[in-house]
């Protein structure tokens, strides 16, 4: 009898538990990676400062866990439970001793066209164009930028859906303090000034600039090449050099696994770089160095020689950062520039 | 110039297609990522014993620092770890030559302030790039283990 009503303390003890999931653990899981445990930010944006806590409601916070900020690196959450996203959004005010803000749904009138011009002048240099959002990631502990805190894209379906009319009138009229986000009324803006403003952002919602693109794409680059092995190896070389890239080294993919000397020669990896672009792609985000430096590999079976490397395209959908596109797209023309001439 | 390219068309499936409803997106799990208290050079031993212990050969550790910090980027230390198992990189890249751009996978590891960082691409998205059901399971055995490592790898300075 005893024992069962041990078992039965335990089973409840233990349901407790499971109601009540641990929102510092979670947060460690599953933000501190970009956020920094104490939320003072890392490849994400600062969470921790009171300007920025005690501002936004606890459904801001649910929503951008929920539904992350598509293409600009912030993930969507859509598996954690209920409990676990109230859990979170309890840890992160524990950073604030403040009552917890709520912002009504009533939508701001204001001119929106007014606000595209006002937005041009006072906002672009940071939000940039159509409130894509800053360029590099979160906050500036190992790269050097211009604004220790990158803007936040305001014309993300995400940002939309989580921000309410009022929370984007606050957040303009009291700026937030400790960030380059100074208050609109201490730059000179009137209360109709912000109402446009307001109006502008809410109308992006219209056609917000997300990473949506359904498009499949191949995995890889490759082609056949008509040469041996090694000639086609010379003839990466050379194509190497004339797109201004330096040769790193030249080694096998069995490189570390099998004793030096006994690799499969059939399968050759063409190290590369170029460090301008090196250092900009891990200006815009420091984890592309995951595909870094370039590769191109050369294989051969059954005969036939095939030259490769990865699809640059794929990793902007990869990394959730729509700013990678670009840099991506210059380097799919250079891989296929380097295949094209090698297999010529 | 792309007509002259022979391009394979593995399809990624669902984990590459950014998805127009966002509560869809699987963004989270296609980059596996984990921060550690550790300093960078503790962290990278952390990171390469745990390797190690799950079985793995670390093949290579490449710096893709040098000349960075004369560039403005305030550290040095990034480096990227290229890892696997013997027999499963030469049995995959000999059956999927395609699969050989992205073999063996790497770990990019680097600073931050006072903490580390290490990131890599879930092995579910490798995965995709294949159709047999028995192959597919190595990336299975390769995403559980990754979990694992990065584990102990964010939980180092905590022991």
């Known amino acids: 009898m005893k024992n069962q009503i041990l078992t039965l303390i335990l089973v409840l003890a233990a349901s407790v538990v499971n109601a009540a999931p641990d929102g510092a653990a979670l947060f460690h899981q599953h933000c501190a990676v970009c956020h920094g445990d104490d939320g003072k930010g890392g490849v994400g944006v600062p969470l921790s400062l009171t300007s920025f806590i005690n501002s936004v409601s606890d459904e801001y916070l649910r929503t951008t866990i929920r539904l992350g900020r598509p293409g600009r690196i912030m993930p969507a959450f859509p598996a954690l439970s209920d409990a676990q996203v109230n859990a979170l959004v309890e840890h992160m005010r524990g950073w604030s001793d403040a009552p917890t803000v709520t912002h009504n749904t009533e ?27 800053g360029t590099g990631t979160g906050v500036t502990f190992s790269r050097k930028r211009e604004l220790p805190i990158i803007a936040p894209a305001l014309n993300n379906s995400g940002f939309l859906a989580a921000a309410t009319d009022t929370m ?13 986000m100074t208050s609109s009324l201490v730059t000179g803006l009137s209360e109709t000034d912000i109402d446009d403003l ?13 990473s949506a693109e359904d498009e499949v794409m191949p995995a890889v680059i490759v082609a056949e090449s008509p040469y041996t092995v090694e000639e086609t190896i010379e003839n990466l070389k050379a ?39 090196l250092f900009q792609a891990l200006a815009i985000d420091p984890r592309v160095g995951v595909f870094l430096p370039c590769r191109v590999t050369v294989t051969e079976q059954d005969g036939k020689v095939q030259v490769a490397t990865i699809n640059p395209m794929l990793l902007s959908g990869l990394f959730n950062n729509d700013e990678l596109k670009e840099a991506c797209r210059e380097m799919t023309g250079i891989y296929e520039a380097i295949i094209e001439d090698a297999v010529l | 110039m792309m007509a002259r390219l022979v391009v394979l068309i593995a399809l990624l499936v669902s984990s590459l297609s950014v998805v127009a409803n966002p509560f869809a997106a699987v963004f989270a799990s296609n980059l596996i990522m984990a921060r550690s208290h550790e300093k960078f050079p503790e962290a990278m ?14 093949a290579r550790v490449q710096r893709i620092d040098i000349g960075l910090t004369g560039m403005g980027f305030k550290t040095d230390k990034y480096r990227v770890v290229f890892v696997g198992k013997k027999d499963e990189i030469q049995y995959l890249t000999k059956k999927y030559p395609e699969l050989t751009p992205y073999m063996p996978p790497k770990v990019s590891i680097f600073a931050e302030d006072e903490d580390t960082v290490a990131v890599t691409v879930n092995p579910a998205v490798y995965k995709d790039m294949i159709d047999d059901e028995e192959d597919r399971r190595i990336f299975d055995r390769w995403e559980n283990d990754v979990y694992s490592v990065f584990k102990d790898f964010s939980e180092a300075a905590e022991n």
């Open chain 1, 107 to 133: 939508p701001v009138k204001g001119d929106a066209k007014r606000g595209e011009q006002l937005f041009a002048k006072y906002c672009e240099q940071c939000h940039g164009e159509n409130g894509k959002g």
């Open chain 1, 168 to 180: 984007i009138k606050d957040t303009l009229i009291y700026g937030r303090e400790g960030t380059p």
């Open chain 1, 198 to 210: 307001v109006s502008y952002i809410r109308s992006f919602e219209a056609q917000p600039h997300d």
């Open chain 1, 239 to 277: 194509a190497i050099t004339d797109q201004n890239f330096t040769l790193i080294r030249t080694d096998y993919v069995e490189h570390g696994f099998v004793e030096e000397g006994k690799e499969n020669k059939k399968q050759v990896v063409l190290h590369f770089c170029n460090f301008n672009f």
């Open chain 2, 45 to 58: 031993l952390t990171l390469q014993s745990s390797i190690k212990e799950h079985g793995y050969t670390v």
